[in-house]
């Protein structure tokens, strides 16, 4: 590919950003310039680099931190838990969705826990998944 305007090509991406911005599907462009296919789902630890990037881009588009959001797919507790630390860290809003799996089956007790803990965000900004978890088992 060649690019005969390099400063027209670069303002196109900026233009691109804009109107992503406007119909709030800014995470989801920045996701794919990252490298990722798809909507923003984080659904595995493999992923951590490429969510990175995305929430670095979406910084640089001057988005607020308290307005980016990621769903996290649940499918094994321990997993969900360091993705959700890591958004954690970098002050991104964890969406939990526990797995159901193809034949539609009811996911665990456990992911269900996750989920509430993770999405009721005065429970969430409280007490950390092992005190909660401690909590509920009682």
């Not at 995470?27 to 923003?40: E, P, S």
Request: with cysteine; net charge positive.
């Amino acid at each position: 590919m060649r690019i005969r305007d390099p400063q027209r090509w670069q303002q196109n991406g900026v233009n691109k950003a804009r109107r992503a911005r406007k119909s709030g599907r800014l995470l989801d462009f920045c996701y794919r310039a990252a490298g990722g296919a798809g909507n923003a789902i984080f659904d595995t630890s493999a992923q951590i680099a490429t969510v990175r990037k995305a929430v670095e881009l979406l910084r640089w588009h001057n988005a607020n931190p308290a307005q980016i959001f990621c769903y996290v797919l649940v499918r094994d507790v321990a997993d969900a838990l360091e993705r959700v630390r890591f958004l954690k860290g970098m002050y991104v809003v964890p969406f939990a969705q526990p797995y159901r799996g193809p034949d539609g089956a009811e996911p665990t007790g456990e992911q269900k826990a996750f989920a509430r803990w993770c999405n009721q965000k005065a429970v969430y900004k409280t007490c950390t998944w092992e005190e909660y978890k401690g909590r509920i088992a009682a």
